[in-house]
Every structure is written in structure tokens, then in C-alpha cells.
């Protein structure tokens, strides 16, 4: 029989999302459970906050970033708060991409990270720079940026972003408030290598996609087209980005591109369930099918999986049937988001994308 500390090795060895490390995971919090050991208990614990969070089930990350939490708060000496603050991050972040995840528990999540960073003696710049993401998320762009600013503002400690996080999240963000020039401006270190980690400018490239269209800026949107494809297209991570990329082949009439990257990435939508994502990935394909029609296109050849609930053996499809289950998908991801923040953000954003595919 495995122990412990086994099974959570055997975890860390799995990439992020494999289902196996989450049920590891589980294995490791029953098995220290019936130990008895608090010490054991707290450990099998932290290493399913990370695994659950990264992949995408914000559930689990929470039910055992709560335990923890409350041990810290009870053993201060055994378990230091320190340990946990970074997690806060990567928990709240993986959150907000569930609409199942009440606003009023988000809020909370933010001001239980105020407070502890407050307690622990750190720069409340990350807690400030959370509030600003969920923001963003909930299509609350004024205040986003209000919180963003404050963010800047404060002191850099090791709790801090990346510099290039930093740029990445204000691009994003100045795309979404339709400051196009600024952003493209902003991003520059990221088009030119001066910035970059480990996602960016993965992440960033594909959001520019629009700046560059708005702009009139052609030969700029298909280097980020290529670039960025280039970027993301082995890791599941990236179906949101995927998502973009599909939606400006549909505004430039790049219909090959565009039904490449749907044929490509279709089973992501099994391996990414970040709702963020999907969404994304619907609206480009909605897009897309639209753009398709305005050609007067009447049938498509499309190789979908056999998982595919409108799977056609012969690869031929309606565009017209496509679009309306497609856009169905999306607006009900968008309508359980909108309810959750109270606004009609993402049934907006729908409407104003499809209305960029002209005829």
C-alpha cells in the first residue's frame, strides 16, 4: 500500500489536468486522514490545491485551500500563513473562470486575501491586482482599471507579478476598453521579446488579434496570427486563446485558418474546462460559421470527432445548423456568466463580435 507522501510524489510526476493526479491527490487527503497526523493532513492538502486549481476544479481547490487556511489561523507556528499566499492567486484565478462560483464567494475570496496579506505584513499590490482580474471577468472595466492602478502603485515584494504578467494584463484590459493604440503600445516588449515567462506572450498575442484589426494594422495581425499559433497550439491551457485566433480568421474571411484551428482543437474542449475558454472558443467558431454564410456557402466539410453531438460520418455539414448550435453554446455559457455578475457583459460581447462580420 502506497503512503502519503508516495502518492503525492506519484501526483507531482503527472501533468497538470490529468485526472490521475487529481484522484492521487484524493487518495493521499484519505489516507493522511486516517493517519491522524495533522502534519500529513496539512501536506496531502497543499498539493491538491495547486492540482485541482490547475485543472480546472475550483471546488476542490477551495474545499482545501479553506482547510489549510483555518490550520494556519489555529497552528501558526506548525503551518506559517506565508506558505498559503501565494495560492491565493492561482485559487481565485482558476475561480473566476466558473460561473458555478458565486460573486459573493469571489468577493469573499478577495477580502480573506486583503486580510491576510495585511496580517502577514506584505504589499497588498497582488490583492489589489486579483480584485483587478475579477473585475475584468465580470465585464466591470472602469473599476478594473481603478484597481489596477492602485496595484501599480504599491510596493513590489515577492508576492508580486512578473513584469511581464503586468504588461500582459493591462493589454488585456485596454483591448476590452476599446483603447486599441494603447494597448498594441503597451504590449510592444511583448511583440519584440524584450518581455516574456513562461505564458507570455502566449497569452497576449491572440488577445491583439482585435487591437491589430481595429487598427488597420493587416500585416501585424497575421504575424500574430502565425506567431502566436506557433505559441499555443500543443497546450490544452490555450483553447481561450484558440477561441480568439478562430475570431479573427472570421473577420478577415480566413476560412481554411479558421476551420483548421476548430478541426485541431475540438477535443481541448474535454481537456480544458475553464468556462472562460469554451465561451471564447464558441463565439470564434459562431463567428466563423457566420462568415461562412455570408459567403452563401450551404454546405462545409468539417472532420469533427464522433463525440460531436451533431457528428456527420461524411465530414459535410449546414452552416446555418452549425452556427445555431454554436451560438446556442456560447450564449448560454454567457447568460450563466452574466447572471452570476449581474450585467449583460458576455451577451454583449457576442452581439458586438458578430456584428464585426460583415457582409
Known amino acids: 500500500m502506497s503512503t502519503v507522501n508516495e502518492l503525492i510524489l506519484k501526483a507531482s510526476r503527472l501533468k497538470d489536468g490529468d485526472p490521475v493526479k487529481i484522484k492521487l491527490g484524493e487518495e493521499a487527503i484519505l489516507l493522511a486522514d486516517q493517519s491522524n497526523d495533522i502534519e500529513l493532513k496539512y ?21 482545501n485551500f479553506g482547510w489549510c487556511i483555518a490550520q494556519c489561523e489555529k497552528y501558526p507556528e506548525q503551518f506559517p500563513l506565508t506558505n498559503m499566499l501565494w495560492k491565493y492567486k492561482y485559487v ?23 486580510q491576510h496579506y495585511a496580517q502577514a505584513g506584505f504589499s497588498l499590490k497582488p490583492v489589489h491586482y486579483m480584485q483587478a482580474q475579477l473585475y475584468l471577468s465580470m465585464g466591470e472595466l472602469d473599476k478594473s482599471l481603478e484597481q489596477l492602478q492602485i496595484s501599480q502603485g504599491l510596493e513590489n515584494d515577492r508576492f508580486a507579478d512578473c513584469a511581464a504578467c503586468e504588461v500582459h ?24 521579446g524584450n518581455q516574456s515567462c513562461a505564458e507570455v506572450p502566449h497569452l497576449t498575442l491572440p488577445e491583439l488579434l482585435i487591437t491589430a484589426s481595429q487598427l488597420g494594422k493587416d500585416d501585424l495581425g497575421q504575424m500574430l496570427l502565425t506567431s502566436g499559433y506557433q505559441l499555443i497550439r500543443d ?24 476551420t483548421d484551428r476548430i478541426q485541431n482543437h475540438y477535443d481541448w474542449l474535454s481537456k480544458n474546462i475553464d468556462q472562460r475558454g469554451h465561451y471564447q472558443y464558441y463565439l470564434g467558431i459562431s463567428m466563423l460559421l457566420k462568415s461562412i454564410l ?34 446556442n453554446k456560447a450564449s448560454q455559457i454567457a447568460q450563466a456568466f452574466d447572471e452570476r455578475n449581474g450585467n449583460d457583459f458576455y451577451q454583449s460581447q457576442i452581439t458586438h463580435k458578430l456584428e464585426m462580420i460583415k457582409l
Open 43 to 63: 501536506r496531502s492538502r497543499v498539493s491538491l490545491i495547486e492540482d485541482a486549481a490547475f485543472a480546472g476544479q475550483p471546488e476542490k481547490a477551495l474545499v
Open 92 to 114: 481565485i484565478d482558476c475561480a473566476i473562470g466558473f460561473h458555478s462560483i458565486s460573486r459573493a464567494k469571489l468577493e469573499q475570496l478577495i477580502d480573506n486575501m486583503k
Open 169 to 192: 494584463f493591462m493589454v488585456v484590459l485596454l483591448t476590452a476598453l476599446s483603447r486599441y493604440s494603447e494597448a498594441l503600445n503597451n504590449a510592444l516588449p511583448l511583440i519584440q
Open 235 to 258: 497546450n490544452p491551457n490555450f483553447l481561450h486563446q484558440v477561441g480568439l485566433q478562430i475570431q479573427y480568421c472570421a473577420i478577415h474571411n480566413l476560412i481554411e485558418t479558421g
Open 294 to 327: 455570408n459567403n452563401g456557402k450551404t454546405l462545409i466539410l468539417l472532420t469533427m470527432p464522433k463525440s460531436f453531438e451533431l457528428y456527420n460520418e461524411n465530414d459535410r455539414y449546414n452552416p446555418k445548423t452549425l452556427f445555431d448550435y454554436f451560438y
